[in-house]
């Protein structure tokens, strides 16, 4: 009993986290899964979505500033595929790749000057914040609803793509451009799809880890981007569950590190993990196996 | 109903197409016939919206579909069963020929046509839950014309349906060709394997290095000296 009291704070703050984490590695995976690009502006789409939850809770209530976030995140998700990515479409990969990292530093650059480099303080969601009891362990209520919320995001982002006809143009795409366009399918609007849903989640994973931070920096978006493409990676890049197993796995063992004593070496420890994954199983937990018949 | 004039395409610095004409009357079967990289994979490809032309046109009952996005050349009625089968690997059968039918919103019609095509393809029912990357070669050529026929097409176009494949599968697909005709689908065919493409074919064309060197019925081409030197291996 004095072991689960010691540790539970630890574990459920590790299921939280992962689930912030799970929500942005989704993205990733997404993007890679249907362009086979590292979309290297996620994380900082991440942090950008924090940003507007700051300006926007200044001036409007909060569950409107909620709503305007999810929805502007999206446009902007959207409109970078539009300006950055499609025009290079059919250039080489690494071109898109490069449009990617000058999109990072792009919305990093405009939130410094926007903010002029101070940290800005989160707004405070209440009902997040409110103190619960789970078992004798004292946490807030973001803790408990972070990894219920991810579980039923990626529920329904499952079934979307196993069981709708856009989830299905999304498989067909992600495996073959030329013939699904042969099939009809319009590859730019399954694109769209994916980048709506990404940016989506990012903004749903933004909101609830800034609530546990009172401050966001334009660089506020790096540490928990590169950790969630960390997930990706570990499960296996382009999978789906792939990138929510990692993310719990990464943010459970990060927390029970600090449980230990080791809080310098929490953020080590994932990408070592990376740099092992690299080395033992390079396409990760359940990375694709590339069967192709001839 | 479809016409094609004057194509001109380029890859790059090479000259794929040099002026193609050709035609698909009504209620037949023609075949593009010819060595490899003599153009007709690109011939097909450039109907279908997936190579930029440099000049030509392209005219389908009459509407120029020339500069047409693949996807509405597929609404017209144009489909193509690419080369090699390119079946989705990781899409059951039955996801495979629902995708073939993306663009129709006709349900009961969309179940009449996979019903359709599983009458053509009986191993296609048996299978029907399998991912279609577990499904033999042939049975993945079977799938792909399948999947092409689920838009209900006016013109099907198929890219080597027999390359690869065991004969008597190949016997089998071309016996389906046919019935796939009767069913008042017209059908552009390319085929390395010159003799049994002429053999059902109304009307077969010869493509070398990017132009139609000959043209005439099926039955003429086959007896022609040309021909049967060239392409038929006797």
């Known amino acids: 009993m004095e072991l689960v009291v010691k540790w539970l704070p630890y574990i459920l703050a590790g299921i939280s986290v992962g689930g912030q984490f799970a929500l942005i590695a989704i993205g990733y995976t997404m993007v890679y899964g249907i362009l086979r690009l590292i979309n290297f502006a996620h994380g900082d789409m991440f942090m950008i979505a924090g940003l507007i939850m700051v300006y926007m ?27 950055a ?10 071109s898109i790749m490069i449009s990617a990292i000058g999109v990072s530093y792009f919305l990093q650059n405009m939130a410094l000057y926007v903010t002029g480099g101070l940290t800005r303080t989160y707004p405070t969601i209440e009902w997040l914040q409110k103190n619960i009891t789970i078992m004798g362990a004292s946490t807030k209520m973001v803790t408990l609803i972070t990894p219920v919320l991810t579980i039923v995001l990626v529920i329904a982002l499952v079934l979307l ?38 940016s989506f989640l990012a903004a749903v994973g933004s909101i609830l880890y800034f609530s546990n931070y009172t401050g966001i920096m334009p660089t506020s978006g790096s540490m928990p981007g590169l950790k969630a493409f960390v997930a990706a990676v570990f499960g296996g890049i382009g999978s789906i569950p792939g990138a929510v197993v990692g993310a719990f796995v990464i ?44 | 109903m479809l016409t094609i004039k004057e194509l001109h395409v380029h890859y790059g610095g090479i000259h794929a197409l040099r002026g193609i004409n050709l035609e698909v009357a009504d209620g037949q079967i023609i075949s593009l016939i010819g060595a490899n990289g003599a153009g007709k994979s690109t011939t097909l490809k450039s109907i279908m919206g997936l190579v930029n032309k440099t000049s030509g046109t392209i ?21 193509l069963c690419p080369e090699g089968r390119r079946v989705f690997p990781d899409l059951t059968v039955e996801e495979n020929l629902r995708i073939g039918a993306y663009l129709r919103n006709d349900k009961e019609g969309i179940q009449k046509d996979k019903e359709w095509v599983y009458e053509l393809f009986p191993r296609m029912k048996e299978r029907e839950w399998q991912l279609a990357g577990t499904l033999s070669g042939g049975e993945q050529q079977m799938l792909a014309v399948g999947r092409a026929l689920m838009s209900k097409p006016k013109l099907l176009m198929l890219d080597e349906p027999s390359l690869g494949l065991a004969p008597l599968v190949i016997k089998d697909i071309f016996a389906i060709i046919k019935q796939i005709k009767e069913a008042g689908v017209n059908v552009l065919l390319i ?22 060197t000959m043209s005439g019925k099926g039955k003429d081409l086959m007896n022609d000296e040309r021909v049967k030197k060239a392409y038929l291996g006797e």
């Open chain 1, 57 to 83: 809770a200044t001036a409007l209530p909060l569950w409107m500033s909620v709503i305007l976030v999810l929805i502007i995140t999206v446009v902007l998700g959207c409109t970078i595929e539009r300006v």
């Open chain 1, 85 to 94: 990515y499609r025009p290079l479409r059919q250039a080489p990969r690494m």
């Open chain 1, 161 to 198: 793509i196993k069981r709708t006809k856009i989830g299905m143009a999304m498989r067909a795409v992600s495996r073959d451009f030329e013939t699904s366009a042969l099939m009809g399918i319009d590859i730019n609007k399954v694109i769209t799809v994916t980048f709506i849903i990404g």
């Open chain 1, 251 to 294: 943010g459970i063992c990060e927390n029970i590190i600090k449980g230990l004593g080791l809080t310098t070496f929490s953020d080590a420890f994932t990408f070592v993990l990376l740099i092992v994954i690299l080395m033992v199983k390079p396409t990760g937990l359940f990375g694709e196996k590339n069967i192709d018949k001839v």
């Open chain 2, 59 to 79: 005219e389908w009952n009459g509407k120029d579909i020339t500069n047409l996005a693949t996807r509405h050349v597929v609404k017209e009625g144009i489909v």
């Open chain 2, 191 to 212: 085929e390395q394997n010159a003799k049994a493409a002429l053999e059902i074919s109304d009307y077969a064309y010869v493509m070398e290095t990017g132009i139609i």
